[in-house]
């Protein structure tokens, strides 16, 4: 094995421009000088050491829109006559320099444009890159469809139909599979990963602060890829290599004797001269022939020498290897392994603004072959096959860059563009989920519609923007696409489809031939539901498994369990969360979690509005696959919002249930945002036709703060399923690792680490009960603001060695600790119900409690369990010494909890809340005039 490897990585892109319309459009001159001065000289670079015998390895991203333009029949036609403009403009060039310093490099240019010309017309460019994968010498990876920034699209489906449509067409081009692709502007956020497994890819890109903010830490830094939570990998681009290169100042391209790339003769030669060869209107452009090095920092500027760079690129071909080498041996020897270096470039620096670029690549793959045994040139691909235990981070949001954090596509230049695109995201995914067995012509405008979507996402357009040239086109071109979508939603939508126009779309834009509108499908919704007699509850709740965060999660998640053995068909909105399936089916329950974006200084109730939005989106896409409900269940105020508006909108009964207040939870109302949250939870119990309570106490507090009429409430407890409780480990049950050495007496907290929860009151008894316990061990589980608050609190105190705070653990840990404790402890201000109290009731714990809230209607003290004054740790250090003193009194009340825990059966507590659904809702009565998908599309 080498000691070490390199990975160069060549991004190819062009955004798609094309206008059928005019031969002398600037923009599609982008890619004729990306053709003669980046694509035709690295094929013939790459021809060159094929034939000579170098073994070599490259890898290079060709984005859709890029080979789209390569294969299109009116772009290569102009592209021949604009390399024949070019061969006649050097004959006159030298006809007109004889005599000159510059008559060599004019004739240097004939020959090399006559050169392109007849290789153009002998093979086409992607035939050419075809052979060099198939001798093993490249790999070419994949891009999104139209270059998107996928940070910035809103829907997972618009993502998909990115990526799969960029898959498609690689395939349909080169008859395999891309294995990687590069995420355009490198852009990641986390999340994307799922995706890219679902569509098969392997590995991508990143820049290097991406990595270096992952968690964990890369333990071989930026020299090997890290895996996602997904299995993906994920090569970080190599600072050093990248700035030799890259950088115009302190890199290779600067240098005094390299060719200068803004005096072309297009700008330089007096305007009569250069007139047949510019643009009809007379807009000088560049023409490819320019004559002066770059010289200095000023103006002057000294003719080219092209013996002179040619030194200068070997020169500087053996400094690059010389540094990677160096590298490659102090990585060696501290990793164990051998590392890869990542040196990602655009293509198009090479050659169009770096002349010599594929001059350079030519020396530095020959210098690697023939002049050392330490590094050698390596795909992606070929890496990951060498080891088989990659490191798993977790990526955060990163991009390369100004900033590193996709400052250049979302500023006040180009942030408009960005509600209309998630508007029209959401449009296209609506109508794909609509229109299940298209006729032949709402299939074209389907997949013209993605066309136009896909074209507008391009993130050059925002790109160019940012950088301030062609502003206006990239303004014009962003609205003309999302004006063609529109449109033709409407149409569709309208059943009134305009052939003539259709097809006069299809001919200007021709691109993704193969593109199939379905990519954008939703997966809950790739067929439509069959009619079912069932009763159909829509339930709302921004927390469900995994997602846990308190009580809230458990119980939507057990009760639409037991609503569905009891006949119910439960569809519960909810919020994305880790890897978790955005649909799955759950003991019957179908789940569809939807993803929220980030707002903009990342206020908390700004992302309870995104939440909403998200929610009420993904209801419409249900509605449009044929499901209608018979009523909605709203679970607290955070999704009061979206069920206000579905009802409304569907004109279907609301019931509510209140499972805390902002006013209990903080013992009044003390700022404006208390205040609107306060308010939306009333909004929420006037909207409602009834609101379900899990206490008397809650029952209470609701009637006083929102003034409820006490005839629209019903109380119906939290439940506690001991199913869930039961403990599967190998071993010995009794084990308390990691949690507790053998002979310590487990004091147990579980809950949210929040003010109201108390869990400080526990640690302010905790020597209290030391004195008289020294055997006791503080396990607090959870997961909260007051984390750190808690720590320093219990370093004050000396308890290092005992108290251990968790932090969140998984369920089954949670229920092992809750059979270890000899007595769990819910020391809370403020408590609704208390369902965890009852989850250690169920595991035969005994419990010390807060005379407060819900709590004081499940604990009768001393019979089933022990109360405590809230807040006061004289109370609670009293009432655990009492429990662990006297085990067989305790275990007396715990056996005494057990047997009364049929209060909180889930099945009564189901059909105490159909019982409730009955009051708003008769059978039988189901809505069906709501209005069509159709018309909202």
């Known amino acids: 094995m080498e000691k070490g490897y390199l990975a160069l990585v060549l991004h190819a892109h062009l955004p798609y421009v094309r206008h059928p319309e005019s031969e002398h459009v600037l923009e599609e001159r982008w890619l004729f000088e990306a053709i003669t001065e980046t694509y035709m000289p690295l094929i013939q670079m790459m021809q060159r050491l094929v034939e000579d015998g170098t073994d070599f390895r490259l890898t290079m991203s060709l984005t859709p829109t890029l080979l789209s333009m390569l294969n299109d029949p009116l772009l290569k036609t ?7 403009r070019c061969i006649e403009l050097a004959e006159k060039e030298m006809e007109r320099t004889a005599g000159t310093p510059f008559h060599r490099l004019a004739e240097e240019y004939y020959h090399k444009f006559s050169l392109i010309r007849d290789a153009f017309r002998e093979k086409e460019i992607l035939q050419s890159f075809r052979e060099f994968v198939q001798l093993g ?91 996602t939570p997904e299995g993906i990998a994920a090569f970080a681009r190599d600072p050093g290599s990248s700035e030799q290169v890259w950088s115009s100042k302190t890199g290779y391209p600067g240098d005094v004797d390299y060719r200068e790339y803004y005096r072309d003769i297009g700008y330089d030669l007096d305007f009569e001269t250069i007139r047949p060869f510019i643009h009809p209107d007379g807009i000088r452009i560049h023409t490819g022939m320019k004559y002066y090095r770059i010289t200095g920092q000023n103006e002057h500027k000294e003719p080219y020498n092209p013996d002179w760079a040619r030194e ?24 164990g392994r051998s590392p890869v270096v990542v040196a990602p ?52 949001f990163s991009s390369w ?7 250049v596509w979302l500023r006040g230049e180009n942030d408009w563009i960005y509600p209309a ?14 229109i299940q067995d298209p006729s032949p012509a709402e299939e074209r405008a389907c997949n013209q519609a993605a066309r136009e979507l896909m074209l507008a996402q391009s993130s050059d357009w925002a790109f160019i923007m940012d950088n301030k040239t062609m502003v206006d086109y990239a303004v014009k071109r962003t609205k003309h696409h999302v004006n063609r979508f529109q449109r033709l939603v409407r149409m569709i939508g309208h059943g009134q489809i305009d052939d003539e126009w259709l097809s006069k779309l299809e001919r200007l834009n021709p691109i993704f031939p193969d593109i199939n509108y379905r990519h954008y499908r939703s997966e809950h919704a790739i067929s439509r539901v069959q009619p079912s007699d069932r009763p159909k509850v829509l339930m709302l709740s921004w927390e469900f498994p995994p997602l846990t965060i308190g009580g809230l999660s458990r119980h939507v998640y057990d009760l639409s369990r037991y609503l569905v053995r009891q006949g119910w068909e439960v569809h519960v909105i909810t919020t994305e969360t880790g890897n978790a399936p955005h649909t799955e089916e759950i003991e019957g329950v179908h789940v569809h979690r939807v993803h929220v974006l980030k707002p903009d ?20 896409t249900l509605f449009d696959a044929g499901h209608r409900f018979d009523l909605i269940h709203a679970h607290d105020w955070m999704v009061t919002y979206a069920a206000k508006t579905l009802k409304h909108e569907w004109g279907l009964p609301l019931v509510s249930t209140i499972h805390a207040t902002e006013h209990g939870r903080n013992n009044g109302i003390h700022t404006d945002l208390q205040r609107k949250i306060s308010h939306i939870e009333w909004q929420l119990t006037y ?18 703060i929102f003034s409820l009429p006490p005839d629209k409430s019903d109380v119906i407890p939290n439940g506690v399923d001991p199913d869930q409780l039961r403990v599967f480990r190998e071993g010995n049950p009794a084990d308390q690792e990691p949690y507790a050495a053998d002979g310590e007496s487990i004091i147990l907290f579980v809950g949210r680490l929040v003010r109201e929860k108390g869990v400080h009151t526990l640690i302010d008894a905790a020597p209290q009960i030391l004195a008289e316990i020294p055997e006791a061990k503080f396990v607090i589980v959870g997961s909260g603001p007051l984390m750190d608050e808690l720590n320093n609190k219990v370093r004050e105190q000396c308890l290092q060695e005992k108290v251990l705070l968790t932090g969140f653990i998984p369920d089954h840990e949670r229920n092992r600790l809750l059979r270890l404790a000899k007595v769990a402890v819910f020391p809370s201000l403020y408590e609704p119900f208390g369902i965890v109290a009852l989850e250690a009731m169920a595991a035969c714990t005994p419990v010390v409690v807060s005379e407060v809230g819900g709590l004081g209607d499940v604990v009768d003290h001393e019979r089933n369990g022990r109360k405590m004054w809230p807040g006061n740790p004289d109370s609670l250090a009293d009432q655990v010494i009492q429990t662990l003193k006297n085990p067989e009194q305790a275990q007396q009340m715990a056996q005494t909890a057990l047997s009364e825990l049929s209060r909180y059966d889930w099945n009564q507590i189901a059909r105490m809340t159909i019982e409730t659904y009955l009051k708003v809702w008769k059978p039988g009565s189901r809505e069906q005039s709501i209005v069509t998908s159709g018309e909202r599309v």
């Open 78 to 84: 102009r592209y021949l006559n604009h390399i024949t």
């Open 137 to 227: 010498k490249l790999e070419l990876i994949t891009s999104a469809a139209t270059h998107a920034f996928l940070p910035f699209v809103m829907t997972e489906e618009a993502i998909y139909a990115q990526l799969m449509t960029a898959i498609e067409l690689h395939e349909r081009h080169f008859n395999q599979r891309p294995r990687g692709i590069w995420l355009p502007e490198c852009g990641y956020r986390p999340g994307l990963d799922r995706l890219l497994k679902k569509c098969g890819l392997e590995y991508f890109f990143i820049d290097s602060h991406g990595l270096k903010q992952s968690k964990p830490g890369p333990v071989f830094g930026g020299y090997s890829p890290v895996l």
């Open 312 to 335: 200068k690129a070997a020169l500087h071909a053996g400094h690059f290897l010389d540094e990677r080498i160096r590298q490659v041996l102090e990585q060696k020897e501290k990793m």
């Open 345 to 396: 470039f655009d293509a198009e620096l090479f050659g169009h603004w770096w002349y010599e670029g594929p001059m350079w690549m030519d020396f530095l793959l020959r210098k690697i072959h023939y002049d050392q045994d330490v590094i050698q040139t390596i795909t992606p691909s070929e890496y990951l096959t060498l080891y088989s235990d990659y490191q798993v981070c977790e990526l955060g």
């Open 401 to 407: 860059g100004r900033g590193g954090y996709s400052d």
């Open 421 to 434: 695109l998630h508007h029209c995201e959401q449009q296209m995914v609506h109508l794909a989920n609509k």
């Open 601 to 620: 200084g990342g206020e908390f109730i700004h992302w309870v509005l995104q939440l909403n939005l998200m929610m009420i989106d993904a209801c419409h």
């Open 687 to 704: 909207e409602s036709s009834r609101i379900i309570l899990c206490s008397q106490y809650m029952k209470r507090e609701v009637e006083q």
